[in-house]
């Protein structure tokens, strides 16, 4: 009983929101305030049906409900309660499921944000909101329905089980976290597109939106971070960003949601950029659709793209629908989105908000020419060209290394101009500290990229911290506080600001640890139990090897004890060699994985790997990398997510 | 079982229908005052609330004297406008 009502919540939720938009457009036509209030409930329904239907899923995966065709194939028996419910976006049509659940409570949030007040934006925010909400209702409705009965004429006693790569827990708050970022991109797209029709394209929309953008970009940071730490100590490759068309997919969303984050400043300041903020978002929303569509449509093959299916013809159809909409409303709203002044100088704050977009953008565009560019070839020449992570590096180090320029040079700007003395007394130092420790790195004999990206994050780091002198200093002169007091107040009045910078010194602890990577190395070898391997200035010992049986798992645990050079004990390393579902009588659905064991210190990472195992001589066949700076990308991640939060937080009203 | 799960979906979908219609048959057709009051207020304290970041800017050296002056002048303007309009809607 309880699965069919979720298919009719489904089936409910999808006509109430045609009846929304009725209501909608009653209220558009005749004015008339009651239409308004029932197309906002009608929106309550939608959004309250889909919760539900969402909540059933997850009761019937928690029970184990094998009638149920998707609890079938994505759990087990034997999988564990955590893992019951991180099920529910493990599988194509749960996780659109999902997508819509996560729309459906953010469309909650701005209809109960706003429920006291009224703009000429609201109806038509509403109606796009429902309008993205009707498409993923289709989609769940006819095409992908998580409610599908178990297409077997006999009873099912146990499922298929989770894919062990998805049984870890970076990977269970991974796609969540993303998905709130993807999802939290339809806000303001919706007031973009309500900004456009009701040509009220002043300042008013981009006021209403800059929370809900930094709030989808913080989960779209949080998400592409945790995917690149579950890559790193998951699939067992060694590093955590390999260009996959799926990771491409996540990032070009957050490079063009970056930008636009930045230009809205421009925009909210100087009332420039108002076309430029409007492409930048309708492209960001836009993209973040089509990173679903790259992720469920099995389009592309990729180590994060866990669904293959026949979605891709009505996701094009859909990104082509939203591209017709928006470009036409952009060409028909030109005359509005003319900006009231100009740049009126290279040397301004303005202009270098302006580089730092167009870098982004640059950024954006190689990343989709290199991502869609098998697809392309293949409908060109029938030859699927595969373009690997050297183009992606070569292409986008130096563009990367500009970005973290500007991202310094920024800060130091004035609005409007920069005259040439405040230019002399801004940039001195940090010049002079990326000059100091480029010297340092020749007389420490480096000639690789990080040549260039050490001196830069020193510039840049020094710049951060020269803005907040500044900041500190004029509130010691104008109120007399103590250095700790200045900073403090200066953080807790200027939360927006000052958060962004902590999140710019996050990037810089980033980019310290990607240019670790020019100083990874990495040896396989087999070990007898008792040998030793000599190893990057570590011997690597055999201690044991054990066998150990878990509900859904067989394993083989190595211990590897792992000397330095001084003999002194650094750490003993446990990878694993696994063998899912080792008790299904069909050897086809064993799924052999390693689980790898890393030992992380801020200088570098030694990271293992059990490939597989010899039980009757006792031999182990291993792979140890050791990851220089690695741990610099995730303090970075930390940072960033500290400085976004702070930038979120609310300020003080006046 | 079956006679339970039609009086749960006719009991769900009345209560649709009743939730959805009843500001038809009792609501006013006209947006309530204090509605667009708060969608005022909203705008005023964000203009405030730039005013601060602008004397910030001012006094750190990112804005000229001549341009602190504009802008605030513009911003005033705005405010003062918007004031305008919450007394006239009260």
Redesign the interface.
């Known amino acids: 009983?309880t699965p069919?009502?979720g298919s009719?919540s489904l089936s409910?939720a999808l006509g109430?929101a045609f009846?929304s938009i009725l209501?909608f457009s009653l209220f558009l036509k005749k004015s008339?305030?009651?239409?308004?209030?029932?197309g906002w409930?009608?929106t309550?329904?939608v959004s309250a049906l889909t919760i539900l239907a969402t909540l059933i899923l997850l009761y019937e995966l928690l029970l184990s409900n094998f009638d149920i065709s998707y609890v079938a194939h994505y759990t087990s028996l034997e999988t564990p309660t955590f893992y019951k419910i991180t099920a529910l976006w493990a599988g194509q049509s749960g996780s659109l499921l999902f997508w819509l659940f996560i729309l459906s409570v953010y469309t909650l949030i701005v209809l109960y944000q706003y429920r006291?007040?009224?703009?000429k934006l609201m109806p038509w925010i509403i109606i796009v909101l429902v309008f993205v909400q009707i498409f993923f209702l289709i989609l769940v409705n006819i095409v992908e329905n998580p409610f599908m009965p178990t297409d077997a004429d006999f009873v099912v006693i146990n499922g298929n089980g989770l894919n062990p790569l998805l049984q870890n827990l970076t990977m269970a708050i991974h796609p969540p976290t993303l998905y709130l970022g993807y999802v939290g991109f339809t806000i303001p797209f919706a007031f973009a597109i309500a900004a456009l029709v009701t040509k009220e394209t002043g300042s008013?929309w981009i006021?209403s939106i800059r929370r809900w953008t930094l709030i989808a970009w913080l989960f779209q940071s949080g998400g592409i971070i945790l995917g690149g730490w579950w890559a790193y100590q998951e699939l067992g490759w060694g590093g955590y960003w390999a260009w996959d068309p799926v990771e491409n997919a996540s990032f070009m969303p957050w490079l063009t949601g970056t930008a636009f984050l930045h230009s809205i400043i421009i925009q909210?300041?100087k009332g420039l950029l108002k076309t430029w903020n409007m492409v930048l978002i309708l492209v960001t929303f836009t993209l973040c659709i089509f990173g679903t569509f790259l992720t469920r449509s099995g389009v592309m093959s990729s180590v994060h793209a866990f669904a293959v299916s026949n979605l891709g013809p009505i996701f094009i159809v859909f990104i082509v629908i939203i591209l017709v909409i928006c470009i036409y409303l952009i060409i028909s709203r030109l005359p509005y989105l003319k900006s009231e002044k100009r740049i009126e100088s290279f040397t301004s704050?303005e202009s270098g908000f302006l580089l730092n977009n167009v870098i982004f953008i640059t950024i954006c565009f190689a990343v989709f020419w290199g991502t869609i560019f098998p697809v392309l070839s293949e409908a060109v020449s029938g030859d699927k060209i595969t373009v690997g992570a050297p183009f992606f590096n070569r292409v986008n180090i130096p563009i990367g290394l500009m970005l973290l320029f500007f991202t310094g040079v920024g800060p130091l700007l004035?609005?409007?101009?920069t005259s040439k003395d405040?230019f002399i007394r801004n940039f001195s130092i940090p010049i002079i500290s990326g000059i100091a420790i480029f010297i340092v790195c020749l007389i420490f004999g480096i000639r690789n990229t990080t040549l260039i990206s050490f001196p830069l994050t020193a510039f840049v780091f020094t710049a951060i911290l020269i803005e907040f002198q500044?900041?500190i200093n004029?509130r010691v002169t104008?109120f007399d506080e103590s250095f700790l007091k200045a900073l403090q107040t200066l953080i807790a009045?200027?939360r927006s600001?000052y958060g962004g910078y902590i999140a710019h010194l996050g990037i810089v602890f980033m980019f310290i640890g990607f240019s670790g990577q020019a100083f990874d190395t990495e040896l396989e070898f087999a070990l007898k139990k008792g040998d030793s391997k000599i190893f990057d200035g570590y011997s690597f010992e055999l201690v044991s090897i054990d066998p150990v049986e878990r509900p859904n798992h067989i394993a083989w645990i190595a211990g590897i004890n792992v000397w330095n050079l001084e003999k002194h004990l650094v750490t003993t390393l446990y990878p694993e060699k696994r063998v899912y579902f080792h008790l299904d009588p069909n050897p086809e659905k064993r799924q052999p994985h390693s689980e790898l064991d890393i030992h992380t210190t801020i200088y570098k990472d030694i990271y293992s790997i059990f490939s597989g195992v010899d039980i009757e001589k006792q031999i182990a066949y291993l792979k140890i990398m050791i990851n220089r700076l690695v741990y610099w990308v995730w303090f970075g991640g930390y940072v960033l997510i500290i400085g976004t939060m702070i930038s979120l937080w609310p300020?003080k009203?006046? | 079982?079956e006679i339970?799960?039609l009086i749960?979906?006719t009991f769900?979908?009345s209560l649709?229908v009743w939730?959805?219609?009843?500001?038809?048959i009792e609501?006013?057709?006209?947006?309530?005052t204090?509605?667009?009051q708060?969608?005022l207020n909203?705008?005023k304290?964000?203009l405030?609330?730039?005013i601060?970041?602008?004397e910030?800017?001012y006094?750190?050296?990112?804005?000229?004297e001549e341009?602190f002056n504009n802008?605030r002048n513009e911003l005033k303007n705005e405010i003062s406008t918007i004031i305008t309009n919450i007394k006239n809607i009260s």
């Open positions: 009983m069919v009502l009719i409910l109430v009846i209501l008339d305030y009651r239409f308004f209030i029932a409930r009608a309550v329904v006291n007040s009224y703009s008013v006021r909210e300041k704050r004035a609005w409007r101009r405040a500044r900041g004029s104008r009045r200027n600001r300020a009203e006046y | 079982m339970n799960f749960i979906i769900l979908l649709i939730y959805i219609v009843t500001p038809l609501g006013t057709k006209e947006i309530p204090q509605i667009n708060h969608e909203r705008n304290t964000v405030l609330r730039q601060k970041e602008l910030m800017d006094h750190i050296g990112n804005v000229s341009d802008t």
